[in-house]
């Protein structure tokens, strides 16, 4: 029996590897694609520190970012993977949110009212072609100057990897895990298109958050599990209580 992991590559890869160690079969289905944005920078105003929300914003301008000065400057990453990932890119200063865009925009709005981060600079948001959330406007809102830049787009992938077929044919996959409600729905779409779907939803679903468990939901899905808080370590946790669930 494996655990199926739907997350974009290169980040499946640690998390195989991580779910590996504790003794499970994996197997990987990448159903969304990285795909980079030209960067082009164009305001004439300095930024005060840069907002991302994730890892792949960072790889996608890695080349860039120290003939754009940026690395000097302070970064606000959405939770620790993508801190990581900023650090190593080159980052000295990073200022960790709690897992999601609410929990970044309250620690920009934090870091205004402690002084940290004046409040009337320009912050550089590099942003995905699809946002679950409107983070830039919401800071607007809140009286900052937020210029958005979309640095990559997550392409949806038409079809599962044939393994992973027959592997729901053959009743051999124990769980699915999610990470982002557009994996989610990229997953049910390739998952409908394979003609697996009704044995794809009839397994334990265990999502990052609340937003992704929706999507599955409403799918049909009738094993949803949420992680108590948006990380992967939580998220192993809620794995490991739908695996004792269906043993007992």
Do not use: W
């Not at 197997?27 to 004439?44: G, N, Q, T």
């Not at 400057?73 to 890119?89: K, N, S, Y």
């Not at 997953?187 to 009704?198: K, N, S």
């Not at 094993?223 to 794995?239: G, K, R, S, W």
């Amino acid at each position: 029996m494996s655990i199926l992991v739907t997350r974009p590559h290169p980040d499946n890869e640690a998390t195989a590897e991580s779910l590996r160690a504790r003794g499970l079969a994996v197997l990987l289905a990448p159903v969304l694609k990285f795909e980079p944005v030209a960067f082009h920078d164009e305001s004439e105003t300095p930024y005060g520190a840069i907002l991302v929300t994730s890892a792949n914003a960072i790889r996608a301008v890695a080349p860039q970012l120290r003939d754009l000065g940026l690395l000097e400057l302070p970064l606000f990453a959405v939770g620790e993977h993508t801190a990581a990932a900023a650090r190593d890119a080159g980052f000295a200063e990073v200022i960790v949110a709690g897992g999601d865009a609410a929990s970044l925009r309250d620690k920009v709005m934090q870091s205004a009212r402690d002084k940290v981060l004046k409040k009337k600079s320009t912050l550089l948001y590099l942003a995905g072609a699809d946002l679950s959330r409107d983070l830039g406007g919401e800071l607007g809102a809140e009286g900052f100057s937020v210029v958005t830049q979309t640095t990559y787009r997550m392409a949806p992938v038409k079809h599962l990897p044939r393994e992973v077929c027959e592997g729901f044919a053959a009743h051999g996959v124990e769980a699915v895990l999610h990470y982002s409600r557009r994996s989610a729905r990229a997953f049910l779409d390739a998952a409908r298109d394979e003609g697996v779907e009704i044995s794809a939803l009839a397994i334990p679903q265990c999502c990052l958050s609340e937003t992704v468990a929706s999507v599955l939901r409403d799918a049909g899905a009738s094993q949803v599990l949420v992680a108590a808080t948006p990380d992967e370590n939580a998220l192993f946790t809620t794995l490991e209580r739908a695996l004792r669930t269906r043993l007992a």
